[in-house]
């Protein structure tokens, strides 16, 4: 299971308990997760199974609803909440140069931490961004050097730096809505 997978699952299983698996795929599904993290329906059971064995997350009960089958409940255990504050942080400090779904997870908890926390990797994610751009830059470079390496590689570079981009213009954003005081966080009171 990837470390998106983990952390969406995780995370929505911290949000909701004790949870049920199919209001978790009804709920994540409404995420769009499908589409941003390349998690499929069964994939979120099968993470369910996955996260319990790893002692992530337990069953808490079962519920019925009217004539429906009896449904397993879960809820995270002491060992889950480390492992997803510890996923969620990595995602919210980590630029991945060409993989968004970690900063699309990041999106759906980050107010599970604090605003200056946010704010400050936010801060973080900006330079190293800037990092990321630059590195890109080299690598065409090096395309255009190489006798062995198709020149039209360098698109893959020129996308990422586009990408990149369009993050970091998000990162921007993001960080000033927070400063005006968008959105509630740990430790503030709900608005």
Do not use: C
């Not at 589409?35 to 994939?43: K, R, T, V």
């Amino acid at each position: 299971m990837s470390n998106t997978t983990r952390l969406v699952v995780l995370g929505a299983v911290h949000q909701f308990q004790p949870v049920h698996g199919y209001f978790l795929r009804r709920e994540l599904l409404s995420w769009h997760v499908d589409e941003w993290a390349n998690i499929q329906p069964g994939s979120i059971y099968n993470a369910l199974r996955s996260l319990k064995n790893d002692g992530y997350v337990q069953e808490s009960g079962t519920e019925t609803e009217g004539n429906r089958p009896e449904r397993t409940t879960y809820k995270t255990t002491p060992e889950g909440d480390v492992e997803f504050f510890k996923l969620l942080r990595k995602a919210l400090w980590t630029v991945e140069t060409f993989d968004l779904k970690p900063v699309m997870a990041l999106t759906s908890f980050m107010y599970w931490l604090s605003r200056k926390e946010v704010i400050d990797a936010l801060e973080h994610r900006i330079r190293e961004i800037d990092t990321r751009i630059v590195s890109n830059q080299y690598n065409i470079v090096d395309v255009a050097r190489s006798a062995s390496t198709p020149s039209y590689v360098r698109e893959i570079f020129e996308l990422s730096i586009g990408r990149l981009r369009g993050e970091q213009q998000w990162t921007v954003e993001l960080r000033e809505r927070l400063l005006d005081g968008a959105y509630t966080f740990a430790g503030e009171a709900d608005a």
